[in-house]
């Protein structure tokens, strides 16, 4: 950490109690700051005299996001990470509003409430279908109340009330709590203000009184503020113009829905989503075989030994949510889909920023402290993979003739396999590399590492003796049994002086690695199918009545997996997990303490799980029992036993550090011709960790290849330096804060680093493009994800206002009026579940909207009405202008329901990558955020709507 950051986490560590105070003293007491196992945090209490833990930290952020906060339910354990260039005087606000927010999620999760999709307070006239409170709101409310106790604060100076009071006014705009239309424009000032007054009213009763006064203030038009509010708004209105202008300029590339909608735009619910999972999957699998075909079309029209060119990304998964659809993308279709686990073990909160990446929204299908089910990632997947040509299977790369690269595809149909050459650098995404087996040293992990460290001190030891090893160690075939045969070949007493005379650890921990992987094989030969690696029961890919007593070697992440996998498959079964101390993020998801209190009886549980912790594991043993059967043990490093064993083993001892096996052939080319392999590391303009970039380069030729996703978060140390592995494991707990519950590998966070790897390819052309210096256009969004997903059932129409907002019921279904468009052409546009009062549109390009009066051509539209929009000269793709007719579409009347599309766009469509890591209720009770009003909990107030055409109040939406 610099010193500014210290700096700035100081001044952070005395501003929050300070904000507790003025704030949320009725909330939070305490502000004690405890260190307790190298962690540092405020221990807080809520008014019940309940416990938790807030931890603030500093972080490179993306720009335009000062903060995030990761939020942990379960536990009651809270991250603030603050932006590293945060301007100190910005504190309070930042704090105020972060601490709002995860009281917010804090509250929803104790009445086991819905999170909103979208955010009510926000710029533009559009409102969510049931307009209420979202937890990003009630920390933009934490803002309002910080910034008016602020300006009322007489111990503060005069400039730093004004710019406070400022400051009020700009976030005010950004809330869509005044029009910004000037007054003239009559339409589109007045479905501004109705929708202001929506959000005003349900705000309202959480502001405090100074934040309800300034409203009042300054909650109007520029046209009625006083001279100097309204110069300062319209500077900040500028600079929010440049801002927006800047990162429009940057480019981004056309959206998609998020995943998890129908064919109507409405979200899928939870009963439908193994009947849903399943569909998307056909299709994805019809998608495969037909980009096949196509495949085989095209080399069936070209000469011999040239093949289609193709962009590929190899690997998906969380990557996914990058996907770009113009890549073709093989993928084994692995990890989620044959994983025999029932959910990931992080709850719906522990994941919630998983929406900022627009791969899919984990409160859909699960509750706030509920693990998120398996069904749902593979819904995600599928539908983000099916985007664009596929095929499901594997992928090697290879340099093939000319130095030209070469993709190998074996699809997973079985069928005869594909060449394609790969245009642009590839991009891989195969997720987490192998596991280790227990007792190969780390530096040397595996057989070919340690034969050619070997190969390379016999040959500089020189003796006949040892050049006679080397040959015989170089001329093993590679598989089982190889590691045996090299110890043979090494047994001269004269080898083994020449080779601990070499001054080089690597050279013992080559030997160490060449027994621990011969006793593996004898203990595999000897009990067949109960000694395995943890993958393989990860995978699915063992039988769980082998045995009754499975000794587990390890106690991490995959550990505690496998043992709730082996737990559930087989009721007779007894899991032994042996190994040193479980790492604290295990201690925070929701899978490690439930599952020990279920079955561990040192928690309470049934006693089928047994764990054997600060024990040093070494090569695993073999026992023969009284009755005659191999018996499998846990030895320590010295190769002596623990007095523990099992009918089954199961290794869960970490994982190698190397390059993606898809890139095995590349690399032995390079090497073997005597090139080089380099290493970089990728970062976007904003500074976030987008996976790293290979340079293979050997008689004159050159080749990229960029690895994203869990692949990424393991450098192979033959490539890169301790300098470059440090970096990435000083970044890897702020990329998951170990509190949440996430690794910097799991889904949540490989999902995020997808997107931002999207838009940074988007922004330098395309996976072919440059990229060793990446710029990101689009910082992640600070707010909820994609909007515009229409909640189940239908939406009321509404009716177009036409003068200043009057009294009237508000509408509990979607609602946009007074729509005017002309010259409009609208196509495949998404809209669900939006109201959407008075847009103007000048000029504009549009592509996938929905607009009330004209005539769109196969578009759909569910429970939107569009009214009140004026769009001149715009141009829209297929479809065609208002008031004309095309085949097979149905034209609106203007201020009428239009037919809606489905919406919750995900604002990034270009490349991809993969990963690792490993619920239905309705809100029992009001949930946080809602305002009062109707006698039904959690249903939005009764708010005054505009009048119709000729005057009048309009009817009640429903």
Not at 239 to 254: E, F, Y
Not at 490 to 502: E, Q
Not at 876 to 903: C, E, F, I, L, R
């Amino acid at each position: 950490m610099s010193t500014d950051e210290r700096r700035l986490l100081a001044e952070a560590e005395a501003a929050l109690p300070v904000v507790l105070r003025d704030l949320y003293a009725d909330r939070l007491r305490g502000a004690n700051l405890v260190e307790e196992d190298g962690r540092r945090f405020f221990a807080l209490s809520d008014s019940a005299g309940k416990r938790l833990e807030l931890r603030l930290d500093t972080a490179p952020l993306p720009e335009g996001s000062p903060s995030r906060t990761f939020t942990n339910t379960t536990y009651d354990r809270y991250v603030v990470q603050l932006s590293d260039r945060l301007p100190p005087e910005r504190l309070g606000q930042v704090l105020s509003r972060e601490v709002g927010e995860l009281l917010a999620v804090r509250d929803r999760a104790a009445v086991n409430g819905t999170a909103p999709r979208e955010n009510l307070l926000a710029a533009g006239a559009t409102l969510p279908a049931h307009p209420r409170l979202s937890e990003e709101d009630l920390g933009r409310v934490g803002e309002f109340n910080y910034l008016a106790t602020r300006v009322n604060d007489a111990s503060v100076g005069a400039p730093e009330r004004r710019e406070a009071h400022d400051r009020f006014s700009a976030l005010i705009d950004d809330s869509g709590l005044r029009p910004v239309s000037p007054a003239h424009d009559t339409a589109a000032h007045s479905v501004e203000q109705y929708a202001a007054n929506v959000r005003l009213d349900i705000a309202r009763p959480h502001l405090r009184e100074p934040a309800r006064d300034a409203m009042a203030e300054l909650a109007v038009p520029i046209e009625r503020l006083g001279a100097e509010d309204a110069r300062a708004l319209g500077e900040a209105r500028a600079q929010a113009q440049a801002r927006d202008t800047q990162v429009s300029a940057l480019g981004a590339n056309p959206s998609f829905p998020m995943p998890g909608l129908r064919a109507d735009g409405t979200p899928i619910p939870r009963e439908e989503l193994a009947r849903a999972a399943a569909e998307v999957a056909e299709q994805r699998t019809a998608l495969s075989g037909r980009t096949l075909d196509a495949l085989r079309a095209e080399q069936a029209t070209l000469p011999e030994g040239r093949y289609p060119q193709r962009q590929i990304m190899i690997g998906g998964g969380a990557a996914l949510a990058g996907r770009d659809p113009d890549v073709l993308l093989v993928d084994a279709r692995g990890r989620w889909h044959v994983d025999p686990i029932e959910a990931i073990v992080q709850s719906a909160d522990q994941v919630r920023h998983l929406r900022q990446s627009g791969m899919g929204d984990p409160y859909q299908f699960a509750d706030p402290q509920q693990r998120v089910p398996l069904p749902a990632l593979q819904l995600w997947e599928d539908t983000a993979a099916a985007r664009g040509p596929l095929v499901d299977g594997r992928a090697g790369l290879g340099i093939g003739a000319e130095g030209r690269l070469i993709a190998e595809i074996t699809p997973a149909d079985g069928s005869s396999p594909v060449k394609v050459e790969v245009q642009g650098s590839p991009l891989v995404a195969t997720g987490i590399p192998p596991e280790i087996i227990p007792g190969a040293n780390r530096q040397v992990p595996t057989v070919p590492e340690a034969t050619g460290v070997l190969a390379e001190h016999l040959t500089a030891a020189g003796t006949p003796e040892a050049l006679r090893a080397r040959d015989q160690l170089l001329s093993l075939p590679a598989g089982e049994g190889r590691a045996a045969a090299s110890l043979d070949a090494l047994a001269d007493p004269r080898v083994a002086d020449a080779l601990r005379s070499a001054g080089d650890a690597r050279v013992a921990g080559a030997a160490e690695t060449l027994r621990a992987t011969a006793a593996w094989e004898r203990a595999v030969a000897a009990a067949p199918g109960r000694v395995l690696m943890g993958d393989e029961v990860g995978d699915g890919d063992y039988n769980p009545r082998a045995a009754n007593d499975w000794v587990i070697a390890g106690v991490g992440g995959a550990a505690i997996a496998n043992a709730e996998i082996i737990l559930q498959a087989n009721p007779d079964a007894k899991v032994s997990m042996v190994g040193k101390d479980a790492p604290f993020v295990l201690k925070n998801d929701a899978q490690y303490t439930a599952l020990r209190h279920a079955h561990d009886a040192e928690y309470g549980g049934d006693g089928r799980l047994v764990t054997y912790s600060d024990r040093r594991l070494g090569e695993v043993g073999t026992v023969t029992a009284p009755d005659g059967n191999v018996r499998v043990a846990a030895l320590d490093d010295q190769g002596r036993s623990l007095g523990i064993e099992g009918d089954a083993y199961v290794a869960c001892l970490g994982r190698v550090s190397r390059l993606p096996h898809a890139l095995d052939s590349v690399e032995s080319w390079a090497r073997e011709s005597g090139g080089q392999v380099r290493g970089e590391l990728l970062f976007d303009k904003d500074r976030q960790y987008l996976g790293y970039r290979l340079e293979f380069e050997a008689a004159g030729q050159k080749q990229t290849v960029d690895v994203t996703g869990a692949a990424s978060r393991m450098l192979p140390g033959n490539v890169f330096s301790q300098d470059d592995m440090a970096r990435l494991t000083a970044l890897d707990p702020k990329t998951a804060p170990a509190e949440s519950g996430n690794v910097s590998a799991g889904f949540m966070a490989t999902a995020l680093q997808g997107s931002h790897l999207a838009r940074h390819r988007a922004a330098e052309g395309g996976p072919g493009g440059p990229s060793t210096t990446p710029a990101s256009p689009n910082p992640t969004p600070t707010g909820p994800a994609p909007t515009g997903t229409a909640p189940t059932g239908s939406a009321p129409t509404g009716t177009a206002p036409t003068g200043p907002a009057s009294t009237g019921p508000t509408p509990t279904g979607s609602t946009t009026a007074g729509s005017t468009t002309a010259g409009s052409t609208t196509a495949g546009s998404t809209t669900a579940g939006s109201t959407t009062a008075g847009s103007t549109t000048a000029g504009s390009t549009t592509a996938g909207s929905t607009t009330a009066g004209s005539t769109t051509a196969g578009s759909t539209t569910a429970g939107s009405t569009t009214a009140g929009s004026t769009t001149a000269g715009s141009t829209t793709a297929g479809s065609t202008t208002a008031g004309s007719t095309t085949a097979g579409s149905k034209t609106a009347a203007p201020a009428t329901a239009a037919p809606a599309t489905p919406g919750s766009g995900n604002p990034i469509a270009s490349a991809a990558r993969r990963q690792s890591a490993r619920g239905s209720a309705t809100p029992s009770g009001p949930v946080s955020g809602s305002a009062p009003g109707p006698a039904t909990p959690g249903l939005p107030p009764r708010i005054a709507r505009p009048p119709q055409p000729g005057g009048g109040g309009g009817a009640p939406g429903r």
